[in-house]
């Protein structure tokens, strides 16, 4: 199983990205797929999720409004499109495959939003 992440980079506040996440060795549409983020030295803390049984999405209070989680079930993808970036949403963000007994982890992209 691999989870890569793409997209990540340098943006100014107010700015946009679209961080991708490809899933492949498992079946997709049988996998929750969240994203994570991550800073040195602070705790993981939980951005979006897509439920696969319903496409059903739940987001962090701090994203809310402002990031967006969707899929694409034929290239096995889940995409975090971020809007009116802020310089606090500068972290590592990781893509996590979850099903009951299964989890998966990608590497993580890095997104620095600049002031």
């Known amino acids: 199983v691999q989870v890569v992440e793409s997209g990540g980079g340098l943006v100014q506040a107010g700015g946009s990205l679209r961080l991708s996440c490809t899933a492949s060795?498992?079946?997709?549409?049988?996998?929750?797929m969240a994203w994570f983020r991550q800073a040195p030295g602070k705790e993981r803390e939980f951005v979006a999720a897509l439920v696969h049984k319903d496409g059903s999405t739940y987001y962090a209070d701090s994203v809310k409004g402002r990031i967006t989680i969707s899929r694409d079930i034929a290239k096995n993808t889940v995409y975090l499109q971020m809007n009116n970036l802020k310089v606090e949403d500068t972290d590592v963000y990781c893509c996590?495959?979850?099903?009951?007994?299964?989890?998966?982890w990608g590497q993580g992209a890095q997104v620095t939003v600049s002031s």
């Open positions: 060795g498992l079946t997709f549409n049988q996998y929750t």
């Open positions: 996590n495959a979850i099903r009951t007994c299964d989890d998966y």
